[in-house]
Nanobody, 118 residues
Framework: QGLLEESGGGLVQPGGSLRLACAASGNIVGPNAMGWYRQAPGKRREYVAQITTGGSTKYADSVKGRFTISRDNAKNTVYLQMNSLKPEDTAVYYC????????????WGQGTQVTVAS
């Protein structure tokens, strides 16, 4: 079994910054892809960003240039630095870890609330 534990959410004013962290444990070992998704009230969960063990990154168009995903493989932790936050970034942010192949897995964290408001 694997476990993902998110931290770093909270309330921030528009234009502010937050840094989310997601620590992986258990059988969540690389190579894999770790990423962040978010779900706003009344909306479907949407992709935000993803990073592979090798450091390749992808972003949703809505966050490009504002969010940066990174990972520390030694700590088995992925981060999401969020700058220039907008009210529309308000959502529950979920960490995901996935690995294809014979030892595949797809784990989700419990989510952390990010609220952007004055």
């Amino acid at each position: 079994q694997g476990l993902l534990e998110e931290s770093g959410g909270g309330l921030v004013q528009p234009g502010g910054s937050l840094r989310l962290a997601c620590a992986a444990s258990g059988n969540i070992v690389g190579p894999n892809a770790m990423g962040w998704y978010r779900q706003a009230p009344g909306k479907r969960r949407e992709y935000v960003a993803q990073i592979t063990t090798g450091g390749s990154t992808k972003y949703a168009d809505s966050v490009k240039g504002r969010f940066t995903i990174s990972r520390d493989n030694a700590k088995n932790t992925v981060y999401l630095q969020m700058n220039s936050l907008k009210p529309e970034d308000t959502a529950v942010y979920y960490c995901n870890a996935e690995k294809p192949g014979p030892d595949s897995y797809d784990y989700w964290g419990q989510g952390t609330q990010v609220t952007v408001a004055s």
